[in-house]
């Protein structure tokens, strides 16, 4: 699996699409993280369900 950074136009896209105000203020990255990690209602008991922290300042930068 890659991350959206090792895509060098994805992420510039990606990017972009932060700073626009209605995609910035209406898209909920921690919800969205949280329902890709926590399919279910199982608590977690292995590390692939573990949510990684959000690093905002890539987003803005």
Partial sequence: MHRLTDYPALWAYAK???QIP??????????????????DDRPITT??????????QKWLS
């Fill in 16 to 18: 972009r699409l932060a």
């Fill in 22 to 39: 209605a995609f910035k203020n209406y898209t909920d990255f921690e919800d969205i993280k949280k329902h890709f990690y926590q399919q």
């Fill in 47 to 56: 590390f692939e369900r573990v949510i990684p922290l959000l690093d905002e």
